[in-house]
Nanobody, 127 residues
Framework: QVQLTESGGGIVEPGASLRLSCEVSGLTFRNYHMAWFRQAPGEGREFVAVSARPGSGGNSYYADSVKGRFTISRDNTKKMVHLLMNDLKADDTAIYYC??????????????????WGQGTQVTVSS
């Protein structure tokens, strides 16, 4: 039984930082890409960041909107993935979801390639 559980969301002011965490169980963690997606009110779910599985190079990839501000990391021993979000903006307000995939690298940003999802954690950036 695969389970992904997010935590770390909250309400912060613009410019603040938050660190999200995702605990994973029920799968061979090292064999999966681990990604973060987000969904703002009234919007579709969009790609944020992904850490590729070690066998595919272990590189990180980001949406243009967060590149330079957000950092994704993973601990393959603890089976956890994190998203450090710096310089948060109002447009970052969304529910953030952790997800796993075994997609080819060419499709690693595509939401349709992700099969396992967490329940989401709310991030609100407001002044």
């Amino acid at each position: 039984q695969v389970q992904l559980t997010e935590s770390g969301g909250g309400i912060v002011e613009p410019g603040a930082s938050l660190r999200l965490s995702c605990e994973v169980s029920g799968l061979t963690f090292r064999n999966y890409h681990m990604a973060w997606f987000r969904q703002a009110p009234g919007e579709g779910r969009e790609f944020v960041a992904v850490s590729a599985r070690p066998g595919s190079g272990g590189n990180s990839y980001y949406a243009d909107s967060v590149k330079g501000r957000f950092t994704i990391s993973r601990d393959n021993t603890k089976k956890m993935v994190h998203l450090l979000m710096n310089d948060l903006k109002a447009d970052d307000t969304a529910i953030y979801y952790c997800a796993s995939s075994q997609a080819a690298l060419s499709a690693i940003r595509q939401i349709t390639m992700y099969r396992n999802w967490g329940q989401g954690t709310q991030v609100t950036v407001s002044s």
